[in-house]
T-cell receptor, first 109, second 112 residues
Framework: KNEVEQSPQNLTAQEGEFITINCSYS?????LHWLQQHPGGGIVSLFM???GKKKHGRLIATINIQEKHSSLHITASHPRDSAVYIC???????????FGQGTRLTINP | DAGVTQSPTHLIKTRGQHVTLRCSPI?????VSWYQQVLGQGPQFIFQ???????GRGNFPDRFSARQFPNYSSELNVNALLLGDSALYLC???????????FGQGTRLTVV
């Protein structure tokens, strides 16, 4: 079993829909990243959080340390949001990033 | 300010050859990490360097090695290339170990 599990693996939605991507982890962490990867490979860091909630534009990330769960929400989704979204955790002590498998999001106009 | 830069962006090598990939971190960042991303999978941790010392190593064979220079740039070397080494190699820099990581565009290595 992977230390970091994301769901769903693939998600297709219509423009304007509210999107939720989930991440669960089984290890102690010091922080969690949400990352965005477009075709071609480059990865952009969206959020790094260790507690509570962060918001940037139409993106919201939450984390529940006790439940070892995080969610990424996208409001008013747009076709340009189409990408792979990756959850990655910084493992306590090891200080390395462990990645989930990613969620491929497609927003249709 | 420039972000994390990696070179080259694309590379084609033959089995058995060696390759050197380069990464320049964001100015002021002292930690560099390397990751391998095989098509369709999430990235896997290879190495982490901080202040020119290796601070972590993933489950990769000894054919993989890396170093960090006094200016905090880094090289990843892979010897005796195998077809299975074909992947996107990502470099991430952070101010120090455990702080927010910023990624480069990656080097796409194809071994034929």
């Amino acid at each position: 079993k992977n230390e970091v599990e994301q769901s769903p693996q693939n998600l297709t939605a219509q423009e304007g829909e509210f999107i939720t991507i989930n991440c669960s982890y089984s290890v102690g962490i010091s922080a969690l990243h949400w990352l965005q990867q477009h075709p071609g490979g480059g990865i952009v860091s969206l959020f790094m959080l260790s507690s509570g909630k962060k918001k940037h534009g139409r993106l919201i990330a939450t984390i529940n340390i006790q439940e070892k769960h995080s969610s990424l929400h996208i409001t008013a989704s747009h076709p340009r949001d189409s990408a792979v979204y990756i959850c990655a955790v910084i493992i306590q002590g090891a200080q390395k990033l462990v990645f989930g498998q990613g969620t491929r999001l497609t927003i249709n106009p | 300010d420039a972000g994390v830069t990696q070179s080259p962006t694309h590379l084609i090598k033959t089995r058995g050859q060696h390759v050197t990939l380069r990464c320049s971190p964001i100015s002021g960042h002292k930690s560099v990490s390397w990751y391998q991303q095989v098509l369709g999978q999430g990235p896997q941790f290879i190495f982490q360097y901080y202040e020119k010392e290796e601070r972590g190593r993933g489950n990769f064979p000894d054919r993989f090695s890396a170093r960090q220079f006094p200016n905090y740039s880094s090289e990843l070397n892979v010897n005796a290339l195998l077809l299975g080494d074909s992947a996107l190699y990502l470099c991430a820099s952070s101010f120090m170990v455990g702080t927010e990581a910023f990624f480069g565009q990656g080097t796409r290595l194809t071994v034929v």
